[in-house]
């Protein structure tokens, strides 16, 4: 399983590739920009094509995504809406199934607390990892945090199937 995590934005787009059996490894990671100032629908076009190269070249099986949370800035929840509507047709572009995450549910997948903080955060990818240093940008060690996050989710349900039968 190779699982792909995206934290949305259309100034940068963190993402974030693990995979593993038992325990999550990094395969990669980054993040994607878009020049400031640029119009909006050439920013999200370049976001698409990056995004689609990043998907043909590591070949994920399965997606991640935070689900938006209502923040006290609306015009940055629009523009991260539009950023992730524009991941999620890269996705399905790919036939990659795609799940969605609270950012409670990644923190808690992460940490063992849903109300950790960013940095709390970042340090658990940091171990959970094995890696020297937090993954930076921050974009992109959030990236990294929903793609555990889905990891451990997927794992638990194959855990229960194994049971179940």
């Known amino acids: 399983m190779r699982i792909l995590g995206i934290d949305p934005g259309t100034a940068r787009m963190g993402w974030g590739l693990v995979e593993g059996d038992r325990d999550p490894v990094l395969v990669a990671y980054g993040t994607l920009t ?3 100032g640029q119009v909006l629908a050439e920013r999200l076009l370049i976001l698409l094509q990056e995004l689609r190269e990043v998907l043909s070249s590591h070949q994920p099986t399965a997606a991640a995504l935070e ?3 209502f923040a006290r800035n609306v015009r940055t929840a629009f523009s991260v809406g539009q950023a992730r509507g524009v991941a999620l047709v890269a996705m399905a572009e790919a036939g990659l199934p795609v799940y969605e995450y609270s950012p409670l549910e990644v923190k808690q997948a ?3 607390y849903g109300r950790a903080e960013k940095r709390q955060v970042q340090e658990m990818v940091r ?3 094995s890696l020297d240093e937090i993954p930076r940008p921050d974009d992109a060690a959030d990236a990294l945090a929903v793609a555990i ?3 451990y989710s997927a794992r ?3 855990l229960l199937r194994q049971a179940e039968s």
């Open 127 to 129: 171990t959970l990892l």
């Open 34 to 36: 878009t020049p400031a």
């Open 149 to 151: 996050c889905h990891f």
């Open 156 to 158: 638990m349900q194959d």
């Open 110 to 112: 992460v940490t063992g």
């Open 67 to 69: 689900e938006i949370f």
